[in-house]
């Protein structure tokens, strides 16, 4: 097991406007899994995925990362399993800054593209936190970036720079990437060329996933599809027969 949540709890506002997003989150994810988190707009899954990222904190529950970041130096304690965790609440804001540069990789809606920098250079930042980095031009042919490679952000489509920002959390071979919604801005022919790359990741480095996503058809491709409704887990589907990215249709 690489990632384990315990009666993940969070709210926002107080009193009359108290809102409660996520009520009591248990899961676990596997090194190298592919997992969905799916549901509507409002359902918890955007905000659950920015407390495993370490950018948001929950009021209460437990979020314990085994094995890959207890060993990069976190604080560490012994797990139900027997082998040592970090916990994410035990962490200091540097030994918190160290466990996302090293060990996640983000995409995320908002491109947060660097604006002095070509899209290549942009795709090298991610690289150069990486101790194990892909091979940037390969991500740039991958993403249909390599004839672009030298413009910068305000040269590009919106599409261009989701892809852009995209491969520069990929290129970093991340022990876990976090997708929240990462085809949402793009066409169904680029959509399915982000997915056979993520599709890849996952096959051949065993990079765990972790995709947000109100798209149904992505589910299938994952090997466990996690429903989420009003902050709660309503179904927890394992998938048996993965379809692969090239065979989605939506």
């Not at 409002?42 to 920015?50: Q, V």
């Not at 101790?131 to 261009?160: A, C, M, W």
């Not at 491969?167 to 071979?173: E, I, L, Q, S, T």
């Not at 399915?192 to 990079?207: A, D, F, P, Q, S």
């Amino acid at each position: 097991m690489l990632l384990e949540l315990k009666d993940i709890r969070k709210s926002y506002g107080a009193g009359e406007n108290r809102v409660e997003v996520l009520r009591g989150i248990s899961l676990a994810v596997e090194r190298g899994e592919f997992c969905v988190l799916l549901g509507p707009s409002g359902s918890g899954k955007s905000t659950l995925l920015n407390i495993i990222g370490g950018i948001d904190t929950a009021d209460s529950g437990e979020i314990a990362i085994h094995d890959s970041a207890a060993s990069a130096g976190e604080k560490s304690v012994s797990s139900a399993h027997g082998r040592s965790a970090a916990r994410l609440a035990s962490m200091t804001d540097r030994q918190l800054t160290r466990y996302r540069r090293e060990h996640l990789g983000y995409v995320f809606q908002m491109y947060n593209l660097i604006p002095n920098l070509t899209v290549r250079e942009n795709i090298e930042v991610g690289a150069f936190l990486s101790r194990h980095p892909l091979d940037v031009t390969e991500i740039l042919h991958t993403l249909g970036l390599y004839e672009h490679r030298d413009k910068f952000p305000n040269q590009l489509s919106g599409g261009q720079q989701q892809r852009t920002s995209i491969g520069r959390a990929v290129v970093k071979n991340p022990d876990i990437l976090l997708c929240d919604e990462p085809t949402g801005a793009l066409d169904y022919n680029t959509s399915r060329e982000i997915l056979r790359l993520i599709e890849r990741v996952n096959r051949e480095y065993r990079t765990t996933i972790i995709m947000v996503t109100h798209n149904e058809a992505i589910g299938a491709m994952a090997d466990t599809i996690i429903r989420l409704r009003d902050g709660m887990i309503r179904d927890r589907i394992e998938n048996t027969a993965r379809i692969p990215a090239d065979r989605l249709e939506w």
